[in-house]
């Protein structure tokens, strides 16, 4: 609308919406309705997951979320079954909003691992780890890197993970009630052609430019990190320009 708008006006324009008007002119998470099944041995081993989605989209365009691809190897499982529904519905087209759509599938997921934990007395961790799988089994290829057990035990002993009670309304800080919790995501590693330029100052420290685009997850600071591990720089002494 900007662009179109600078055109028949022949100047800048800026587009500013309402939070009302962000729903209906820039798109908005779909609406899920999620059931998750699993079976496990009395040990806590997997036997059986079954997990379907049903989102909206609109009549004019479909859009649909990943919502159930973690499902498929988040987990060591023998047997898996997963249906994605789309719905079209009187609504605007749906689009990534903060996140794509494994997050909701993974919410999904993990809150019916914690159940399962309770259900069999495990740990919510340890459930975790007895069921990590050392390959992809939903493509039967192996991993090109997986630290998801180091992860863990990094985050249990930094968050005194000891020291939690698993029974409800047991752990209280005065008057309020406390909860721990934790649960597993994963995001796949897509590739794209890419390009970066660097120059050294005579200062001592580097530019590097790259027609990147920082929405809010970190690029600037994640691209940063990655041009001064490869120049074996100071991240402090290196700028980054992003555009």
Not at 229 to 239: S, Y
Request: proline residues 6%.
């Amino acid at each position: 609308l900007a662009a179109l708008g600078a055109r028949v006006a022949g100047r800048p324009v800026k587009l500013v919406l309402s939070r009302r008007e962000m729903y209906y002119g820039v798109g908005y998470r779909p609406h899920t309705v999620q059931r998750a099944a699993l079976g496990a041995s009395r040990d806590g081993q997997l036997q059986a997951i079954r997990h379907e989605g049903h989102q909206e989209t609109s009549t004019y365009e479909e859009f649909t979320e990943a919502l159930l691809s973690a499902t498929r190897f988040l987990h060591s499982c023998p047997n898996v079954h997963t249906r994605h529904r789309i719905a079209p519905m009187n609504v605007h087209t749906p689009t990534y909003m903060r996140a794509p759509g494994e997050a909701s599938g993974a919410y999904a997921l993990e809150s019916a691992m914690d159940e399962l934990a309770v259900a069999l007395n495990i740990d919510p961790v340890e459930l975790r780890l007895r069921n990590e799988p050392d390959r992809d089994e939903f493509k039967n290829l192996p991993f090109s890197s997986r630290s998801t057990k180091e992860c863990y035990r990094v985050a249990t002993e930094r968050f005194g993970w000891s020291q939690r009670t698993a029974e409800p309304r047991s752990m209280r800080d005065g008057r309020m009630l406390i909860g721990w919790g934790m649960a597993s995501a994963t995001y796949p590693m897509n590739y794209a052609p890419a390009s970066a330029k660097a120059r050294l100052l005579p200062d001592g420290t580097a530019e590097v430019m790259s027609a990147a685009s920082d929405m809010g997850p970190g690029t600037w600071t994640s691209m940063t990190q990655v041009a001064a591990d490869t120049l074996g720089l100071p991240i402090e002494r290196v700028k980054f320009t992003l555009g």
